[in-house]
């Protein structure tokens, strides 16, 4: 008999889960937060739906309908769009124990970083991560191991080859990095040191990543001139170590080269028919942004700033640097560098927002090519400057968005509100992509769009309990308009927040509620795969 009424009591629990009836105590705490009244964007690239959330202990644990009285908190997303929480896989925020806000990302809809990029991060992962202990963030983060990071430790900035015994050295600084959290190794190969190792030393860093299921993220060597070139490197690096590829701001930075970037989009296309995953990652703007000695050949800074105002004192050195710069510019079709804009300045922030054609008018009373150049060299001898460069061009950009291994991120640090003329991207980047590419030129669909910034960041960095709305996934969420969502930062004006987002939540607690900061931390480390392999073995 009992059998029987258990049997009748499980049946009519299931009909009512089916149903979308909450079942359990029915108490005022079943729920920390429940959400309401949305269209649910769940980040696979599915249709949008209407349903309610509901999150406890920091996880979704319920989507269909649920009693809003069952919830310490409730929101009502009156309509609005609820995805998952953005997930920006290209940063540069090794500073942001010193920013734990991180409010520019914030309030894009953003909620979990990768950093490490571009062959800079700290090598000791542990002790990075580790500051979680004492400063909690109000994001997520993770990083990767970079090249170029571990190559100085090893072998400072020198111009060769390693040996055998630092490559080893570098070998198990990477694993040790893998052990601790690491997602992956990045490179930059278009900066010093990066830039001095051949292919061979890269792929035996990228095999003792792969080891820990890592992926390789790469600046690739050249993104204008030899950009082809540079993208069936880093393919082949990927497929001699047997690990995912991941292109950072994949781009076509030659003038000369606009209009081919479907040449660089078929080349991963064919290494995906092969069966090698090759995704990439880009920003929704036709300006780069990077150090003011990128324009340099790597060879004449080799060594460090001081090394490098040693070679520009030779007269003959320096005629060598004047040679290369300007064959440089010739190759990219570029006649001088007023596409080159300061974007930080230390040694003197009146330059900020001008470019080098300006500031040399200003400062040598010329706009010939030789007194930029001469003005350049003025500026890196004086510490250097973060530069923005208009170079790509909007077709490409569009063309790129739109292939389905892409993602969006924005290749920014943290922005202290104010400070300097940063590349506006750190604060409209995802905002850019959902007002203008997805609602004014239907480029995208918002479904595939939030896809680009949410599962497939997650799925290539093994983020594996984030980037989709689903019972048991971290409650990271962001509610926003899709009919107000805006980008507000411009280039002569970069430090404007984005507008529509409504909410934004992280690990269950709301970060930002539409007009402010909460002052809530809940961020924690995303670590990758080897995490912990090897410590009781």
Not at 144 to 161: S, T
Not at 291 to 308: F, Q, T, V
Request: hydrophobic share 40%; charged share 25%.
């Amino acid at each position: 008999m009992w059998r029987n009424v258990l049997s009748v009591l499980l049946a009519v629990c299931f009909f009512l889960a089916a149903a979308g009836f909450p079942v359990g105590a029915g108490g005022v705490d079943d729920y920390d937060l429940v959400i309401v009244n949305a269209r649910i964007v769940d980040g696979s690239g599915n249709p949008w739906f209407r349903g309610s959330i509901g999150v406890r202990d920091g996880k979704i644990v319920r989507i269909g309908r649920i009693d809003a009285g069952s919830a310490k908190v409730m929101i009502d997303a009156g309509n609005k769009i609820v995805a998952p929480g953005f997930i920006d896989v290209h940063t540069h925020v090794e500073e942001i124990f010193d920013n734990p806000r991180a409010e520019n990302f914030v309030r894009m809809g953003v909620t979990s970083l990768v950093t490490g990029n571009c062959g800079m991060s700290a090598v000791d992962i542990g002790g990075f991560l580790g500051g979680f202990r004492t400063k909690p963030l109000a994001v997520n983060l993770a990083t990767l191991v970079a090249h170029g990071a571990v190559r100085e430790k090893v072998m400072g900035l020198e111009n060769r080859a390693p040996t055998p015994d630092e490559q080893e050295r570098m070998n198990s600084l990477v694993e040790a990095a893998m052990r601790d959290g690491a997602v992956g190794l990045s490179t930059g190969l278009i900066y010093v040191p990066g830039t001095f190792a051949k292919t061979d030393e890269v792929v035996a860093l990228a095999r003792a990543s792969a080891k820990y299921g890592g992926v390789y993220a790469s600046h690739i060597r050249d993104e204008g001139t030899d950009v082809v070139k540079s993208v069936e490197e880093a393919i082949d690096i990927g497929e001699q170590a047997g690990m995912p590829v991941e292109i950072s701001h994949f781009k076509i930075s030659s003038k000369k080269l606009w209009g081919t970037s479907a040449v660089t989009i078929g080349l991963v296309e064919a290494a995906r028919q092969r069966g090698l995953s090759v995704t990439v990652d880009q920003y929704a703007y036709t300006a780069s942004s990077t150090s003011l000695d990128a324009r340099m050949p790597a060879w004449a800074i080799a060594g460090g700033r001081e090394e490098g105002r040693k070679r520009l004192a030779d007269p003959e050195t320096r005629a060598r640097v004047i040679s290369e710069m300007k064959d440089e510019l010739k190759k990219k079709d570029f006649k001088d560098f007023e596409f080159a804009v300061v974007a930080n300045y230390p040694a003197n922030p009146a330059f900020n927002g001008k470019n080098i054609r300006e500031i040399t008018k200003i400062a040598r009373n010329s706009t010939k090519l030789d007194a930029q150049i001469e003005q350049i060299f003025e500026m890196y001898a004086a510490g250097g400057a973060g530069m923005i460069y208009h170079i790509m061009s909007e077709a490409d950009v569009r063309n790129i968005m739109k292939q389905p291994f892409t993602m969006i991120a924005s290749d920014s640090s943290t922005r202290i509100f104010g400070e300097g003329m940063p590349h506006p991207r750190g604060y409209g980047n995802n905002a850019r992509v959902l007002g203008k590419y997805v609602r004014e030129l239907k480029l995208l669909t918002i479904e595939d769009a939030i896809r680009k910034m949410t599962s497939l960041p997650a799925q290539t960095f093994n983020l594996r309990d984030r980037g989709l709305i689903r019972e048991g996934f971290a409650a990271d969420l962001v509610i926003f308009d899709e009919n107000t969502i805006a980008d507000k930062a411009v280039y002569d004006a970069p430090h404007q927040y984005a507008t529509g987002i409504a909410d934004v939540i992280v690990n269950g607690r709301i970060v930002f509620d539409g007009t402010k900061m909460t002052g809530q931390f809940p961020g924690r480390p995303l670590f990758g795969p080897g995490y912990g392999a090897g410590r009781n073995e």
